[in-house]
């Protein structure tokens, strides 16, 4: 099994910052990509940022400039620092792994953290 746990959600005033972490533990040979995802209400999940093992990032065009990826590959965690934060990056922010066990490679995700941006 494999459990991922995100935290570090909150809210947050318009122009702020949050970093938010994600942790995988369980039964893990290596993991390669790490995501982050959000969902705002009523709209769909979307890919926010992603890092391969290793270190190349890719983000959405939202939040170009504003959010870092990084990850601690000795750690299995993943993170999310984001700056200059608006009211529409008001969501649920999940991340997702990409693990390598014993029987192959399977996608896991976390419970998700919300993230309010308002004043």
């Known amino acids: 099994q494999v459990q991922l746990v995100e935290s570090g959600g909150g809210l947050v005033q318009p122009g702020g910052s949050l970093r938010l972490s994600c942790a995988a533990s369980?039964?893990?040979?290596?993991?390669?990509?790490m995501r982050w995802y959000r969902q705002a209400p009523g709209k769909q999940r979307e890919l926010v940022a992603g890092v391969t093992s290793g270190g190349t990032s890719n983000y959405a065009d939202s939040v170009k400039g504003r959010f870092t990826i990084s990850r601690d590959n000795a750690k299995n965690t993943v993170y999310l620092q984001m700056n200059s934060l608006k009211s529409e990056d008001t969501a649920v922010y999940y991340c997702?792994?990409?693990?390598?066990?014993?029987?192959?490679?399977?996608?896991?995700w976390g419970q998700g953290t919300q993230v309010t941006v308002s004043s």
């Open positions: 997702s792994a990409d693990v390598r066990r014993l029987i192959g490679v399977s996608t896991y």
């Open positions: 369980g039964s893990i040979l290596n993991i390669n990509a």
